[in-house]
């Protein structure tokens, strides 16, 4: 089954500076990767995806990359800011049902004002 | 529109008691996912279900786990005789499945804000 990996575990960034996070995946037939921000005391949200048709997507400071080949993606941050501060996951997905989403153990970033 | 909705948002129970944890998905959505995160950790699939199909329970850690999904829409989780190691934060998501001939993919799963169960 897929195995998905994220470096770092923890990430301590000046506010202002780049975050980078970075995920590895075992699934050659995973096509779906999306990331998640989870703040204390509440859900995972979706702040950004990527699918296998496209190598980066952009959404404001937060962009995504993709190398399929390599089988890894990545989440960029810039200009970070103290609200960035929280726990990050990216995940893996086939798309079809089932145990299809499989998450990676989270980046846990600070952003120090 | 509204989101996944949670219900309670905190439980403290007995060790040996049962608890009934419920999840209101996104109106529309066909699938909904049970993780179980304990403090600090990942996610830990539970199971999932996507429409009138059997569900996949492949990740229920034990017989005292169980869920059902009436209606195709609400969720109801529930615990049988809770046990310490059982103290985690329950989180629900739904997601709509998109399907054509002969394949099928999943959208976006879209969180609730977890149960976080306590099990003295």
């Known amino acids: 089954g897929e195995n998905v990996e994220q470096h770092p575990s923890t990430l301590s960034v000046q506010e202002g500076d780049s975050a980078v996070i970075k995920c590895t995946y075992s699934?050659?037939?995973?096509?779906?990767f999306p990331w998640y921000k989870q703040e204390l005391g509440k859900g995972p949200q979706l702040i950004i995806d990527?699918?296998?048709?496209?190598g980066e997507k952009k959404d404001q400071r937060i962009a995504v990359t993709l190398n399929k080949t390599a089988k890894h993606f990545s989440l960029h941050i810039t200009e970070t800011q103290p609200e960035d501060s929280a726990v990050y996951f990216c995940?893996?997905?086939?798309?079809?049902?089932?145990?299809?989403?499989?998450f990676g153990p989270g980046t846990r970033l600070s952003v120090l004002p | 529109g509204a989101g996944v909705s949670q219900s309670p948002s905190n439980k403290v129970t007995e060790k040996g008691k049962d608890v009934e944890l419920r999840c209101d998905p996104i109106?529309?959505?066909?699938?909904l996912y049970w993780y179980r995160q304990s403090l600090g950790q990942g996610l830990e699939f539970l199971i999932y279900?996507?429409?009138?199909?059997?569900?996949?329970k492949s990740g229920l850690p034990s017989d005292r786990f169980s869920a059902e999904r009436t209606g195709g829409s609400v969720s109801t989780l529930t615990i049988q005789r809770t046990q310490q190691e059982d103290s985690a934060v329950y989180l629900c998501?739904?997601?709509?499945?998109?399907?054509?001939?002969?394949?099928?993919?999943?959208?976006?799963?879209?969180f609730g804000p977890g149960t976080r169960l306590t099990v003295l």
């Open positions: 998501a739904s997601s709509f499945l998109v399907g054509t001939s002969g394949s099928s993919s999943t959208d976006t799963q879209y």
């Open positions: 699934d050659s037939a995973s096509n779906y």
């Open positions: 990527i699918r296998s048709n496209v």
């Open positions: 995940a893996a997905s086939r798309g079809n049902y089932g145990q299809n989403f499989v």
């Open positions: 109106s529309g959505h066909t699938a």
């Open positions: 279900f996507q429409g009138n199909s059997a569900p996949d």
